[in-house]
């Protein structure tokens, strides 16, 4: 029997606990991610590199690297941590320093193979994305080598995807709404704002506030799924 997509909704809420559990910490990393979302037109402009897409995506990576690969997944573990009901001086920060760099390794090696599989055809990269997408999570919080994480995301997504397309399809949504109200709140300029535009117009440094916010939630809730997942679902008649 399939399980009721309701109870794994309850991520959500939890996403906004761990999020209020230190109201500090999730507002310095907000207001580090709009610092960050800053270094991308500042190399633009010192570099005096052009107006272009391809150079906005390289450098936009680059402003992002801090947060996605280092103070993200330390949240996240700090985060697993006190959801196993540990205290914060329980030995999370040993686990983080011991894995990740390994996580971040597996995430670039995960970002390359969907980009490739979005260039040869859209069809490869979503397969990629929805079978191998908890492959860093598991290398971070449970010290798995990058092929055992990658066989234990296919199996786990192989047994509960009708769970987790709900919740992602939810997380989707959030990131729209996200987009939309930042394209709303800018208006339409009549093009690609320049880089000067982008490092001094507050509203962009307040929707990238705001981006880093949703980024930080959204990873809390795919989080408490990901716990929620690691419980294997009950076999049907079976008793103690």
Aim: some cysteine.
């Amino acid at each position: 029997m399939t399980k009721s997509p309701a109870p794994d909704m309850a991520c959500f809420p939890e996403g906004l606990r761990l999020l209020a559990r230190r109201p500090q910490v999730t507002l310095a990393l907000a207001a580090l991610g709009a610092v960050l979302g800053a270094l991308p037109p500042v190399l633009q402009i010192l570099a005096g590199l052009p107006d272009r897409d391809i150079v906005h995506g390289a450098l936009a990576f680059v402003g992002l690297f801090p947060l996605e690969m280092y103070f993200v997944p330390r949240f996240l573990v700090e985060a697993d941590a006190w959801m196993g009901g540990q205290e914060p001086e329980g030995g999370w920060q040993a686990r983080f320093d011991a894995r990740w760099v390994p996580a971040m390794v597996c995430r670039l090696v995960l970002y390359a193979a969907i980009a490739l599989g979005m260039a040869a055809f859209l069809l490869p990269g979503i397969f990629v994305l929805t079978a191998f997408g908890w492959a860093p999570l598991r290398v971070l919080l449970r010290g798995e080598r990058l092929g055992d994480a990658a066989r234990g995301s296919l199996a786990l997504m192989v047994r509960a995807w009708r769970r987790v397309i709900p919740v992602i399809l939810a997380v989707a949504a959030i990131f729209m709404a996200y987009l939309l109200v930042g394209s709303l709140a800018l208006g339409s300029k009549g093009g690609e704002p320049t880089a000067w535009i982008r490092l001094t117009h507050p509203g962009i440094w307040a929707i990238n506030f705001l981006g880093t916010l949703v980024n930080l939630y959204t990873s809390a809730v795919l989080l408490a799924l990901f716990r929620k997942l690691e419980v294997p679902d009950p076999v049907p008649g079976a008793t103690e």
